[in-house]
């Protein structure tokens, strides 16, 4: 968990270089959530779940370039006996960056860690801990004004002491859209192929592909 870390704050600092910064902006954000049990004996309800959420992220902008970084806390609670198994806390660090270059291209990369502990162990009394490293980038090119070209490719790889549950997951993106006077036409496709590490499982897909239309009288 550690080298991670410090593997992805050494790249954060890469781009930083060269770049006439302009002041951070700063912002906190918190999230809470809480669920709530009807008792089936004199129909009042109880509390049965508490979420806390809490978001620090830091955006700084640099003609041509933009970056951001955010650090994400959460944990949730269980009330109700029998679920406090299910009580998780985790850490999350993102960061972010794009580049346009010139009028036609722009470039994107995000990278992430993300810790997360479970309060109790599994059914084989294994650690359901997990920590989730991801890298991905994307390109995007306008042919002419108004049609634009995008492509994106992500990978994922959760490592946890249960070889059920470490998986390496590969996600590519790709889309077009394109502006006909008062029509806006768009297809996109996602593409994900997930990697389970145990060996009995084999690995499985999932494809999406949309295709839409819209009409702007307005415009």
Same mark, same amino acid.
């Given at each position: 968990?550690?080298?991670?870390?410090?593997? &992805?704050?050494?790249?954060?600092?890469?781009?930083?270089?060269?770049?006439?910064?302009?002041?951070?902006?700063?912002?906190?954000?918190?999230? %809470? %959530?809480?669920?709530?049990?009807?008792? !089936?004996?004199?129909?009042?309800?109880?509390?049965?779940? =508490?979420?806390?959420?809490?978001?620090?992220?830091?955006?700084? %902008?640099?003609? !041509? @370039? +933009?970056?951001?970084?955010?650090? /994400?806390?959460?944990?949730?609670?269980?009330?109700?006996?029998?679920?406090?198994?299910?009580?998780?806390? $985790?850490? #999350?660090?993102?960061?972010?960056? @794009?580049?346009?270059?010139? #009028? +036609?291209?722009?470039?994107?990369? *995000? &990278?992430?860690?993300?810790?997360?502990? $479970? +309060?109790?162990?599994?059914?084989?009394?294994?650690?359901?801990?997990?920590?989730?490293?991801?890298?991905?980038?994307?390109?995007? =090119? /306008?042919?002419?004004?108004?049609?634009?070209?995008?492509?994106?490719?992500?990978?994922?790889? %959760?490592? +946890?002491?249960? !070889? *059920?549950?470490?998986?390496? /997951?590969?996600?590519?993106?790709?889309?077009?859209?394109? #502006? =006909?006077?008062?029509?806006? &036409?768009?297809?996109? $496709?996602?593409?994900?192929?997930?990697? !389970?590490?145990? @060996?009995?499982?084999?690995?499985?897909?999932?494809? /999406? @592909?949309?295709?839409? =239309?819209?009409?702007?009288?307005?415009?």
């Amino acid at each position: 968990m550690k080298k991670s870390v410090c593997l &992805l704050l050494l790249c954060i600092g890469l781009p930083a270089c060269g770049l006439d910064w302009t002041y951070p902006v700063f912002s906190v954000k918190y999230e %809470a %959530a809480g669920g709530a049990a009807e008792d !089936p004996d004199d129909e009042t309800y109880f509390a049965s779940s =508490l979420r806390n959420l809490v978001t620090f992220q830091v955006k700084e %902008a640099a003609d !041509p @370039a +933009a970056f951001g970084l955010a650090v /994400t806390l959460s944990g949730k609670d269980y009330y109700l006996p029998g679920d406090q198994s299910g009580d998780y806390s $985790y850490v #999350r660090i993102e960061q972010d960056g @794009a580049l346009r270059i010139g #009028r +036609a291209w722009k470039l994107g990369y *995000a &990278l992430g860690v993300k810790s997360m502990d $479970y +309060a109790m162990l599994d059914s084989h009394g294994l650690s359901k801990d997990v920590v989730t490293m991801s890298a991905g980038g994307d390109v995007s =090119l /306008t042919v002419v004004k108004g049609t634009s070209i995008e492509a994106g490719l992500d990978w994922r790889f %959760a490592d +946890a002491q249960n !070889p *059920a549950d470490s998986l390496s /997951t590969w996600v590519i993106a790709a889309g077009l859209s394109s #502006r =006909l006077g008062q029509w806006l &036409l768009s297809a996109r $496709y996602r593409g994900e192929l997930r990697s !389970p590490q145990a @060996a009995a499982m084999g690995n499985d897909s999932y494809n /999406t @592909a949309a295709v839409s =239309l819209q009409w702007d009288p307005n415009r």
